[in-house]
């Protein structure tokens, strides 16, 4: 198993400000993942992030509004850029294989 | 678009009765798992049941699959108030290396 921490838990940010997230992983790991859940809503993968290469983003996310860093094994950071309240969500990262994957608490955003 | 679609949306049941959840898929796929996410927090991986098993119990918890039907369920056996919570299932897509979740079946247990 992976523990995982988030920061910030949440925040409340203005229209056209820029946020940035930040995962910590307890092991080494090899992919990491970087998912939005809207409210009421399921989980939407935005993008995979391997350590030392570019991440590969999902339909309908680009690198210029979720640009995303992997410094290292063990660390990863979302920015959530240019913010409108569409992007109001609970952001979530989260390791592991499609076995199993293990998830951060979660970041809990607002934009007013 | 969301590869897993589940139903009931929402349920509520009393405490000590069964509660039985569905999802199906639309694709060919390795897994499926099942997730608990308490009040908008991280989710915790419940179960996985591989695409050649039919059926798998863990505790209180028992799923099934169908794969001619490209459907799950998830039963939770005498519930208990700690149960309330959204369940997810998930899939993995034959080939690529990443989940796709479904709508989610939000539970209440009434005590």
């Known amino acids: 198993s992976a523990v995982i921490s988030q920061k910030p838990s949440r925040d409340i940010c203005q229209r056209g400000t820029s946020l940035t997230i930040q995962c910590q992983v307890d092991?080494?790991?090899?992919?990491m993942f970087w998912y939005r859940q809207q409210p009421g809503q399921s989980l939407t993968l935005i993008a995979t992030?391997?350590?030392?290469?570019?991440?590969?983003?999902e339909s309908g996310f680009v690198i210029d509004k979720f640009p995303i860093s992997r410094p290292n094994l063990t660390f990863s950071t979302l920015t959530v850029s240019n913010m409108s309240p569409e992007d109001s969500s609970i952001y979530l990262c989260?390791?592991?294989?499609?076995?199993?994957?293990?998830f951060g608490p979660g970041t809990r955003l607002t934009v007013l | 678009s969301q590869q897993g679609e589940e139903d009931p949306q929402a349920l509520s049941i009393q405490e000590g009765e069964n509660a039985t959840m569905n999802c199906s898929y639309k694709?060919?796929?390795?897994?499926l798992q099942w997730y608990r996410q308490n009040s908008g927090r991280g989710l915790v991986h419940l179960i996985l049941?591989?695409?050649?098993?039919r059926e798998k119990h863990s505790g209180r918890l028992r799923v099934t699959l169908d794969t001619s039907k490209k459907s799950s369920s998830l039963l939770i056996t005498a519930s208990r108030a700690a149960d309330t919570a959204s369940y997810f299932c998930?899939?993995?897509?034959?080939?690529?290396?990443?989940?796709?979740f479904g709508q989610g079946t939000r539970l209440t247990i009434n005590p």
């Open positions: 992030a391997n350590q030392g290469s570019e991440a590969t983003y």
């Open positions: 092991s080494q790991v090899t992919m």
């Open positions: 049941i591989r695409s050649n098993e």
């Open positions: 694709t060919s796929i390795n897994n």
């Open positions: 989260s390791v592991g294989s499609t076995d199993t994957q293990y």
């Open positions: 998930a899939t993995d897509k034959e080939g690529a290396q990443k989940l796709v």
